[in-house]
């Protein structure tokens, strides 16, 4: 079945005047019969299809994976967001899912910043999977001042506004993980834009933490669990530490090298961060080179060296390329590391 409504919303901020008013339902016969059908059926195949991660590489990604907050020792049903997805899809008459569907509405108005458009709500069922039915909300946008051919008299037929697929925001519930296979606790939305408010009107539904936060996160744990290990609870190196480790924290995305770990220990976490995820990246700047490469790759192919007051790297087994053209670099014999090292540590004592 399907829920067709229209929202407008005059004026802005908190003052703003958000309404929605019903248009059509439909049950499967008469969507099969409708000018829909061709307009939403390629886009729902696009919502199961479109992938999702878990924790994704940034927080800014359009599609996200949430799940239904539940306190410890209760059950999904003391989520209210939880039940309007159940309620919608257990629904059997056409007034029954109009009333469900309903709640999803007035949760959408209520949220902050929401915007006008077709707000669609519709249960399908994947036949080649399953025989129990998915839960989709679509909200589809305006677009203004739309010209299209009509007919050979008046050739051009102005449309004030239509609701347009491109952009569209979705929601698909359950989560299907693996093809046959779901998940009731999670719901995947998607949202083109970087703006949240689509996301906002469920407000019980949380997402999982981006892959950089769980990587600092867990990077931090490993050097106050060193901390501790290494110093003297209330020394002054422990508070002096825990100092530089906070502006460490706030400062931006470029950092340079602190010089409190050896090698060997930063290893050994290195280790421990890719056992849990493989594809964790490194990148490196040093002076105006750039470099970037796989964690799990420092202590084996990419190594960092100081020599007194010059810090070098060795790439070793990489293959060294140069943008189409022609170049001095490009005839290069490369230096063997051994004679490097040795005219590196000469330059380092040339001064003294």
């Given at each position: 079945?399907?829920h067709f409504?229209?929202?407008?919303?005059?004026?802005?901020?908190?003052?703003?005047e958000?309404?929605y008013k019903?248009?059509q339902?439909?049950?499967h016969s008469e969507?099969?019969h409708?000018?829909?059908?061709e307009?939403?059926?390629g886009e729902?195949?696009k919502?199961?299809k479109r992938?999702v991660?878990?924790?994704?590489k940034n927080?800014?990604?359009p599609t996200?994976?949430g799940y239904?907050?539940?306190?410890?020792e209760?059950?999904?049903d003391?989520?209210?967001?939880?039940n309007?997805f159940?309620k919608?899809?257990?629904?059997?008459?056409?007034?029954e899912?109009?009333e469900?569907?309903?709640?999803?509405v007035?949760?959408y108005?209520?949220?902050s910043a929401?915007?006008?458009?077709a707000f669609i709500?519709?249960?399908?069922t994947?036949k080649?999977?399953f025989?129990?039915s998915f839960?989709?909300?679509l909200k589809c946008?305006f677009?203004p001042?739309v010209?299209?051919?009509?007919?050979?008299?008046?050739?051009?037929?102005h449309?004030?506004?239509a609701?347009?697929?491109k952009n569209?925001?979705?929601?698909?519930?359950?989560?299907?993980?693996?093809?046959?296979?779901i998940?009731?606790?999670?719901?995947?939305i998607h949202?083109?834009?970087?703006?949240?408010?689509f996301?906002?009107?469920?407000k019980?539904?949380?997402?999982g933490e981006?892959?950089?936060?769980?990587?600092?996160?867990?990077l931090?744990?490993?050097?106050y669990e060193?901390?501790?290990e290494t110093?003297e609870e209330?020394?002054?190196?422990r508070i002096?530490?825990?100092?530089d480790l906070?502006v460490?924290?706030?400062i931006?995305?470029e950092?340079?090298?602190?010089?409190k770990l050896?090698t060997?220990?930063v290893k050994?976490?290195?280790?421990?961060?890719?056992?849990?995820t493989p594809?964790l990246?490194i990148n490196?700047t040093?002076?105006?080179?750039?470099?970037?490469?796989?964690?799990?790759?420092?202590?084996e192919t990419?190594?960092?060296g100081?020599l007194?007051?010059?810090m070098?790297?060795?790439?070793?087994q990489?293959k060294?390329?140069?943008r189409k053209?022609?170049?001095?670099?490009?005839?290069i014999?490369?230096?063997?590391f051994?004679?490097l090292?040795k005219k590196?540590?000469?330059?380092?004592?040339k001064d003294?």
């Amino acid at each position: 079945m399907l829920h067709f409504l229209f929202i407008s919303v005059d004026g802005k901020g908190e003052n703003s005047e958000k309404k929605y008013k019903h248009f059509q339902t439909l049950d499967h016969s008469e969507y099969e019969h409708s000018a829909l059908k061709e307009f939403l059926d390629g886009e729902l195949v696009k919502i199961v299809k479109r992938k999702v991660e878990r924790h994704p590489k940034n927080e800014q990604v359009p599609t996200k994976l949430g799940y239904f907050a539940v306190e410890p020792e209760y059950n999904l049903d003391s989520n209210s967001n939880f039940n309007m997805f159940q309620k919608s899809r257990q629904s059997i008459s056409k007034e029954e899912f109009l009333e469900n569907a309903l709640t999803f509405v007035q949760a959408y108005i209520d949220a902050s910043a929401v915007r006008g458009g077709a707000f669609i709500v519709l249960t399908a069922t994947l036949k080649k999977y399953f025989d129990e039915s998915f839960v989709f909300i679509l909200k589809c946008d305006f677009e203004p001042k739309v010209a299209s051919i009509s007919d050979e008299a008046t050739i051009i037929k102005h449309v004030e506004m239509a609701i347009t697929t491109k952009n569209m925001k979705s929601i698909q519930y359950p989560y299907m993980p693996e093809e046959g296979i779901i998940e009731v606790s999670e719901v995947k939305i998607h949202q083109a834009s970087h703006a949240r408010y689509f996301e906002d009107f469920l407000k019980y539904v949380e997402y999982g933490e981006p892959m950089p936060t769980i990587v600092k996160n867990q990077l931090l744990e490993m050097v106050y669990e060193h901390v501790s290990e290494t110093t003297e609870e209330n020394s002054e190196e422990r508070i002096q530490f825990e100092k530089d480790l906070e502006v460490w924290e706030t400062i931006s995305e470029e950092r340079t090298i602190q010089e409190k770990l050896s090698t060997e220990q930063v290893k050994e976490a290195s280790n421990r961060l890719v056992e849990q995820t493989p594809d964790l990246e490194i990148n490196l700047t040093i002076g105006q080179s750039k470099i970037k490469s796989l964690l799990s790759e420092f202590g084996e192919t990419l190594h960092i060296g100081k020599l007194i007051i010059d810090m070098c790297y060795s790439l070793i087994q990489i293959k060294f390329s140069l943008r189409k053209g022609i170049h001095l670099l490009n005839f290069i014999d490369p230096t063997n590391f051994n004679p490097l090292s040795k005219k590196l540590t000469e330059n380092a004592f040339k001064d003294e």
